[in-house]
């Protein structure tokens, strides 16, 4: 005989009491089992969605705001180890419509892209070059045959594979907001395809950049029929069409491509065309000029070459309105429109004296004659230099004629002059008056002037110092048009290999992407889903394990006797103790074992209700069941150790009584010490007064109908339950230990039952009302629909349009020249007012989005036209006015973005690349509370454009106009910028679908919450039986003495149906405060019937246990306990 | 002398836990006892005198055989009528007190009244328990809980407990079984002092030949009769 067999003997005796804590075991094990497997599900769905999403692509190349050669990918490709594929691809959004007008989408990502690409998806065959095309009769990849992925071709919805129209815009040499960029409207190139099929997830079709689990709509041209298009103006010279703008790098037969592989190849075979850099010999000396595809040097590229030799002359020539004489007296024409004019340093030319002064000009013959001026004159420049939202402004300066210059050589045509960087719509005009400068021509353009022009081109009819031209023209894009250097001591090449050298690929704007590592971190979903169904089955992990110990320790306390004479027999209490442990141990295992199998139920109902019931929470993905091996053995441990805990803490007491109170007692062991007790039942009430009157304050100084009242009263209606709890202590107290009055009736009987058991009743009562609480009152969390729109301080910001365009918009939609630049309706939109935003493309950190945001969306606003609107948790917009230490950018953001999206706080950082590579941090200086704002950063425009100078334009609007004309104005908008692929949704929409999000974890958790407050009804019904079976001997006296059965029955309902209502009470109270503000002040949405019938169906529940336990229990006489005396 | 109680071939037999015979604990029990008179039933472990004694208060039911208290058989008696029959009539002393434990001294008294049968009530109730305790010599603890009091008080606050609705007939089932000789004689005292005092019928169940001896009659029960001695 050894310890062990005792164990079995009492695991096999006692197996009744046994499977009950087994089953208790079983429940806790299921609900954690199971909920580690819905966090293993989710991550796997995601880690899928992500591997179709990149293919078999392991990195990324970008080129942030411009394109390169495509010649680069083969380049890469030359230096990476065999089985390497480097595709070049071209990306550019568009809108698609159907030929007979029947259907539209915009905002569709139109992917360039060659056979290589396809190498890369997730399954070869699949796609449209591979071994499937024939069973699908697709045709041959190429020419005008077009692909749309699954989703789009569903959207486009055409009967039969048809033509589609494709509008995408061509992209500019430089960006549209720069001065002399050009047309003031995009130019769109067209594409009639036709639409070959639909390609599946496995044949690429959901490639995306960004780590959003819904895939883009994207369409798929083949590379060369998209280049041919796109690119037609873009090197005239060359006639190359050749240039792309992202490569994708991976392996698709085995391994992976490395990052510093991948970065070495790079930086090995970018050349500084790729950058959009030029170094171009001039005609008229032997000097050469570094130049840019962007007309301006940016600050990088300017600094590296001036670190080159500091003796390089830096020019900046800009086209001015006029050069006007001041000179009423003069006999010359006074004003000569339209000139180019040139700004350089004076120390660095022969033809400008050192000492030449900044207020001081230089006019050639040809302008001399024109004006008639002289030396000393006073002259007047005139031009437009691009303010806020490419609007237009005027500036004017005056200098002093010091000098003439010879008339410049002619120069043919098709070239321009030393001096003039290519200017688009001006380089390449025939004539003056092809000019497409971006500038309304207001002068009259004289024939002198086009002589001039056919001449000379854009030769310079000014020069200025350098000094002046930079406080004059210096934009965001660059100070410089050019930097001359001398051929006498360097060469081309050498400047060219050291200009490379100076510079990295991330200067030049080309960057890459770790595609394969983000998605691996993306699916690290910021909520942990395993995590998240804990914590929202927390009451019925709680109901399970209280069920496995309560009934434990009953069988532990029928066999007090049992222990007290193990003592008695000489083995230690720790001998004694590991017996009833280790029999704990072998009943958990058993109930662990069980609630493993059962775990797969739940898990798969869970998954089931989040792929149907509860998908708000997950915007609609479809989860498979997934199930790892390690959440079985973790979530089995953990059952079996809390369960283990339990019943080590609710046995704990019983070893401290000495063996012979052990013998005699027997399960009446722990009845309360009534005098002990007295004390701490005092100091309950003083509790619960305290707290009682902290419930008053926070009452009387929080407005029902404030902002911040939810959390408010949540508060106190939490305060309130605890002092329920702490009165209900005094209250058990003071019946049974307290009372001076003596028993009156038999009720009083029942109610001084109550305080025997003063932990088994705290703890049901507690749990039952601390559940009741809970469940009902996160209700009151729960966002109502949004009324109104308009309202400037609701979580729409008073806009009640919100909206994204394919391509930018580049100019003011309010101001009179927008609106007729883009043919408005003026007395349509008086009462609208469109408040544009600059887009930096991320990923989406809302909580539509279930990936983790590794690098968030960005938007440019002015925080002048935001002030006032949203409500904020945490500053408000003028915080972006601030200036930050370190050149940190300051951001708004959406609290729950902020919060569980970033993980972040307010003055947290996060740093991005801008658009020369370099990192920069934008620190969280405001936080708005529950808004259409969710899912990205806000910076301050000027900032943005700073950071992101060749991202051009503005491609979200938010949109304020009255609710009445709201369809009308968006239909209206969408229309007149269909080119734009402008697509515009009502911010009340936008704001339910992400509240439902919120609104459906509240769901979940109050569903759940509500499952374990009905196991919790369990636990009281075995409470009550519990309570019975001990006092079947009281029972049995009172019987004897003359009660009859059915009053003891009603008396033993009437005791544990009070506590019940003690338990529901004190929760509703409770619940019923925190929502107040809901019920009362209209803020957040009132709980309505869900509340009542969770309520109503807690009363019955409890209601029928009591019952069925008492029946149980007292279904027949309890004489017989007398008996066996 | 009015006959109070007779047993008419009273039998009380039990199934055999092999189902089949069934274990005979006594047959044929016949027994008079005035109003008034006392009597005590003395026989060896397990030869059926805490059952007889279960018979008579209704705590059980006879297989065959009549229960007559006062001329009313309570073989007849319905569930409820049984527990007035319990409340009103019969004052029950058991071996171990069955005291509630939640309740104080005077309160434990007061339970039988608060079963819903009698009239007292209130102060008048209070009053009479204070008197009960007073009588057994308990007043002084009629606050304390049975925790706080000896064994030997907690008897007698059964007998009070017994009393409180003025039976006419006390059943003291081994009633000193776990009490010392003092403690034994005091609450033997007690109850042949009511027994005399109030002509309450005292039907007493002992090992104890003194205490046989202080009754006014004594029986035997062994080999399942029940015989004077």
Same mark, same amino acid.
């Given at each position: ?44 769905? $995601? ?24 010649? $680069? ?14 595709? %070049? ?113 496995? &044949? ?6 960004? &780590? ?33 703008? !992202? ?22 075979? *970018? ?10 010999? $001039? ?15 940016? %600050? ?13 002359? &830096? ?15 003069? #006999? ?33 013959? *040809? ?161 942990? !889903? ?83 019931? *509860? ?18 053995? &973790? ?49 309950? !009430? ?66 001084? #039952? ?131 230490? #370190? ?52 910076? %301050? ?25 709201? %369809? ?158 | ?229």
């Amino acid at each position: 005989m050894s310890l062990w067999r005792i164990i079995l003997n009492n695991l096999f005796y006692f197996r009744r009491q046994n499977l009950g804590v087994a089953l208790g075991v079983a429940l806790c094990a299921m609900v954690l089992i199971g909920a580690l497997t819905v966090g293993d599900s989710v991550r796997s769905t $995601l880690s899928k969605i992500a591997e179709a999403r990149i293919g078999k692509a392991d990195m990324a190349l970008l080129a942030t705001d411009g394109f390169f050669r495509e010649e $680069l990918a083969k380049e890469i490709l030359r230096k990476l180890a065999s089985g390497t594929v480097v595709a %070049p691809v071209v990306v550019s959004r568009g809108t698609i419509s159907l030929p007979d007008g029947s259907g539209r989408v915009g905002n569709v990502q139109v992917l360039g892209v060659d056979e290589d690409f396809w190498k890369l998806a997730p399954n070869i065959a699949h796609s449209p070059i591979g071994s499937r095309t024939d069973e699908k009769n697709w045709p041959e990849w190429g020419g005008d045959n077009f692909y749309a992925n699954d989703r789009l071709y569903k959207l486009l919805n055409l009967p039969d594979l048809g033509r589609i129209i494709l509008r995408i815009e061509e992209p500019s040499l430089f960006s549209r907001d720069a001065p002399l960029s050009g047309e003031r409207d995009n130019k769109f190139v067209s594409f009639n395809g036709k639409l070959s099929g639909p390609v599946s997830a496995d &044949g690429f079709g959901h490639f995306g950049i960004q &780590g959003n689990q819904r895939e883009p709509l994207t369409l798929f041209i083949p590379l060369s029929t998209l280049q041919n298009r796109m690119f037609r103006s873009f090197d005239k010279e060359k006639e190359n069409t050749n240039f792309a703008n !992202f490569l994708l790098l991976g392996k698709p037969e085995l391994g992976s491509v490395s990052e510093e592989s991948a970065r070495l190849a790079l930086e090995e075979s *970018w050349t500084l065309e790729d950058a959009g850099v030029t170094i171009q010999p $001039l005609r008229d000396t032997s000097d050469f000029s570094v130049r840019a595809r962007q007309v301006f040097l940016n %600050p990088s590229l300017e600094k590296a070459a001036q670190s080159i030799d500091l003796n390089a002359t &830096g020019v900046l020539t800009y086209l001015v309105n006029s050069i006007r004489s001041n000179n009423l007296e003069g #006999n010359g024409t006074r004003l000569i429109p339209y000139s180019m004019v040139s700004a350089v340093d004076p120390k660095k030319v022969l033809f400008m004296p050192e000492d030449w002064e900044k207020d001081e000009i230089m006019l050639n013959q *040809w302008a001399i004659d024109d004006l008639g001026v002289k030396i000393g004159d006073s002259i007047t420049l005139s031009y437009f230099s691009v303010g806020e939202r490419r609007k237009l402004v005027k500036g004017t300066k005056k200098f002093t004629l010091r000098g003439v210059s010879p008339n410049p050589p002619a120069i043919v045509k098709g070239e321009e002059s030393d001096w003039t960087p290519q200017y688009p719509g001006l380089s390449d005009a025939e004539t003056c008056g092809e000019w497409d400068t971006g500038i309304p021509i207001t002068h009259k353009i004289r024939p002198k002037d086009e002589e001039y022009w056919n001449q000379h081109r854009g030769s310079p009819k000014a020069y200025i110092s350098l000094q002046a031209g930079k406080e004059l023209w210096t934009n965001r894009w660059g100070s410089l048009t050019g930097l001359r250097f001398s051929r006498e001591i360097h060469s081309p090449e050498i400047i060219e290999k050291k200009l490379k050298n100076l510079m990295t690929a991330k200067q030049a704007g080309l960057i890459f992407q770790p595609l394969r590592a983000d998605a691996k971190a993306g699916t690290d979903s910021p909520v942990d !889903f395993g995590q998240l169904f804990l914590s929202f089955s927390l009451f019925v992990i709680i109901a399970a394990l209280a069920l496995a110990g309560m009934l434990f320790t009953f069988s532990i306390e029928q066999r007090n006797n049992q222990a007290g004479l193990l003592l008695a027999l000489g083995l230690s209490k720790k001998k004694v103790r590991l017996l009833v442990l280790s029999e704990g141990l072998c009943v958990s295992l058993f109930g662990v074992l069980i609630g493993g199998g059962l775990a797969f139920i739940y898990g798969q109902s869970m998954i089931s209700l989040l792929s149907g019931d *509860w998908s708000g929470a997950v915007s609609g993905t479809t989860f498979e069941y997934t199930i790892q091996v390690q959440s079985i053995l &973790g979530g089995g441990i953990a059952a079996l150790l809390m369960s283990i805990c339990t019943m080590a803490w609710s046995t704990r007491k019983q070893l401290k009584f000495e063996p012979r109170e052990l013998l005699l007692a027997g399960e009446n062991l722990n009845l309360s010490n009534f005098k002990q007790k007295k004390k701490k039942w005092n100091r309950s !009430f003083c509790f619960s007064l305290l707290l009682f009157i902290g419930v008053v304050v926070v009452c009387l100084t929080t407005d029902f109908r404030a902002a911040g009242a939810s959390e408010g009263y949540f508060g106190a209606g939490a305060i309130l339950l605890l002092s329920g709890i702490f009165y209900f202590r005094y209250y058990l107290g003071k019946k049974i230990g307290l009372q001076t009055a003596v028993l009156k009736s038999a009720q009083d009987l029942s109610n001084r #039952n109550m305080g025997r058991r003063t932990g088994r009743s705290l703890v049901t009562m507690a749990s039952m009302a601390a559940g009741t609480f809970l469940v009902v009152s996160t209700g009151a969390f729960r966002k109502g629909s949004p009324v109104s729109s308009e309202n400037p301080l609701s979580g729409t910001g008073g806009f009640s349009l919100i909206g994204e365009s394919a391509l930018s918009v580049y100019d003011d939609l309010n101001g009179a020249a927008g609106r007729e630049l883009y043919d408005l309706n003026e007395s349509l939109l008086q009462n609208t007012h469109i408040v544009p935003m600059r887009l930096r493309e991320g990923d989406d950190a809302s909580c539509l989005n279930l990936n983790k945001a590794i690098r968030p969306k960005i938007y440019g606003v002015n925080p002048n036209e935001m002030a006032g609107r949203f409500s904020f948790a945490d500053g408000d917009w003028s915080k972006l006015k601030r200036r930050l230490p #370190n050149g940190k950018i300051p951001a708004v953001v959406d609290q729950n973005t902020m919060m569980w999206a970033l993980k972040k706080g307010i003055g947290s950082e996060i740093q991005f690349l801008d658009g020369e590579g370099r990192i920069f941090s934008v620190q969280l200086v405001a936080a708005v509370k529950g808004s259409i704002l969710q899912g990205a950063l806000y910076i %301050p425009e000027d900032k943005f454009v700073q950071k992101f100078p060749q991202q051009g334009g503005y491609r979200s609007f938010l949109i304020s106009v009255p609710i009445s004309e709201t %369809p009308k104005i968006q239909s209206y908008l969408e229309d007149k910028f269909s080119n734009y692929g402008m697509e515009l949704s009502e911010s009340i929409i936008r704001l339910s679908e992400l509240q439902k999000v919120e609104n459906t974890y509240l769901l979940i958790f109050q569903g759940l919450g509500g499952l374990g407050m009905l196991l919790g009804t369990v636990v009281l019904a075995v409470v009550v039986a519990r309570n019975l079976i001990e006092r079947s001997g009281e029972f049995g006296t009172m019987e004897a003495l003359g009660y009859r059965l059915k009053d003891l029955r009603s008396l033993a309902f009437s005791e544990h149906f009070t506590l019940a209502l003690w338990g529901l009470g004190v929760g509703a109270i409770s619940a019923f405060l925190a929502i107040a503000p809901a019920v009362v002040g209209k803020v957040g949405q009132f709980p309505g019937k869900e509340f009542i019938s969770f309520f109503i169906l807690l009363v019955f529940l409890s209601f029928g246990w009591i019952k069925i336990s008492v029946y149980f229990v007292l279904r027949k006489s309890q004489i017989e306990h007398l008996q066996y005396e | 002398m009015e006959l109070f109680l007779k047993l008419t071939d009273l039998s009380k037999s039990y199934p055999s836990p092999e189902g089949e015979e069934r274990v005979n604990v006594f047959s044929e029990v016949n027994l008079e006892m005035s109003k008034g008179s006392s009597a005590a039933i003395v026989g060896p472990s397990g030869s059926g005198k805490s059952t007889l004694l279960n018979l008579i208060g209704s705590l059980d039911k006879p297989t065959s055989g009549e229960v007559y208290v006062n001329g009313q058989s309570t073989g007849e008696f319905t569930a409820d009528e049984s527990s007035e029959f319990r409340n009103q009539s019969i004052g029950f002393i058991f071996q171990s007190h069955h005291l509630l434990p939640q309740c104080t001294v005077i309160e434990n008294v007061m339970v039988p009244a608060l079963a819903g049968f009698g009239n007292l009530t209130g102060k008048e109730l209070h009053q009479s328990a204070t008197e009960l305790l007073e009588k057994v010599g308990l007043s002084h603890r009629m606050n304390h809980r049975p925790a706080e009091i000896s064994g030997g008080e907690k008897q007698r606050v059964a007998v009070a407990r017994a009393l409180i609705n003025q039976p006419d007939l006390l059943l003291a089932d081994e009633p000193t079984g776990a009490l010392d000789k003092a403690n034994s004689k005091k609450l033997i005292d007690l109850l042949v002092d009511l027994n005399q005092a109030l002509a309450l019928t005292l039907l007493i169940v002992t090992h104890s030949p003194e205490i046989a001896k202080q009754m006014k009659a004594t029986y035997l029960m062994d080999e399942a009769k029940l015989a004077e001695i």
